[in-house]
């Protein structure tokens, strides 16, 4: 008998998977028996080889949310029963300096991309009878203000709220709509803030934890969300942040 976390006979969609925390996730939900498709503008052949090497299944696949409706023909007659939604760009600048085309940049990616691809696997899910699971990556900043990157800040308050309203909307379906808020993890997205010793440092003093999060912080969370024992748990925003919201 499968356990409550396995994903046994699951397919899932992971966008962003060819590093940083959409690999971690993707490696770990294939750790649960998972089929995983790894999406990502890069080629995710490392990925997969983790995958492969761990045992499980994976595939590759290209998409570049550069342009927001990328996904829209993955799903339809596929039998995606998962989607992660980790794909993301940053761009930093003072406010007063920030320009249209970095705004319009990382919205496109950040927001519009995530909700129009929850649209189409809601569209495919629901046509087949409904019973699945969406993870969105969100943020510590889908809660607080943060400094020199509004359009992502601004981007991942959005897509909290995207999250609640649509598991608010497909529950009846039996699709839990659930979101991870990472806090500072190492990834290449933060590699200038842990390259800077003074800002470094600043940050870990504020964390309870005492350290960056580690990827796979990440990964085992989504599986989690992803699986059977998370079932009843829809419209959540799950702070993954080594304490720093808790403070």
Not at 55 to 76: Q, W, Y
Not at 90 to 101: K, L, P, T
Not at 110 to 117: E, I, Q
Request: proline content about 4%; aromatic content about 6%; some cysteine.
């Amino acid at each position: 008998m499968a356990g409550p976390f396995s994903l046994e006979g699951r397919k899932a969609l992971v966008t962003g998977a060819n590093t940083g925390i959409g690999q971690a996730i993707a490696v770990s939900l294939a750790g649960q028996g998972a089929q995983v498709v790894c999406a990502g503008r890069r080629s995710c052949a490392e990925t997969v080889d983790l995958i492969a090497d761990a045992g499980g299944k994976g595939e590759e696949l290209i998409l570049d949310f550069a342009d927001p409706m990328a996904a829209t023909g993955v799903f339809e007659g596929a039998g995606f029963d998962l989607l992660v939604n980790n794909a993301g760009i940053i761009r930093r600048a003072d406010s007063v300096d920030f320009s249209e085309a970095d705004w319009d940049e990382v919205m496109d990616v950040n927001l519009k991309a995530v909700f129009f691809t929850c649209q189409a696997f809601g569209r495919a899910l629901i046509k087949r009878g409904g019973d699945g699971a969406i993870v969105n990556v969100a943020s510590l900043l889908s809660f607080q203000g943060g400094i020199r990157v509004p359009s992502y800040t601004a981007s991942k308050h959005g897509v909290a709220g995207l999250t609640k309203i649509l598991a608010n909307e497909w529950a009846p379906h039996g699709i839990t709509v659930n979101a991870i808020a990472p806090g500072y993890i190492a990834t290449n997205n933060t590699e200038a803030l842990r390259d800077d010793p003074e800002r470094s440092r600043a940050i870990l003093d504020r964390i309870p934890a005492g350290r960056w999060g580690d990827p796979s912080d990440i990964g085992g969370t989504a599986a989690y969300l992803c699986s059977p024992a998370a079932r009843y748990v829809t419209g959540a925003v799950l702070n993954v942040d080594g304490g720093w919201l808790a403070r």
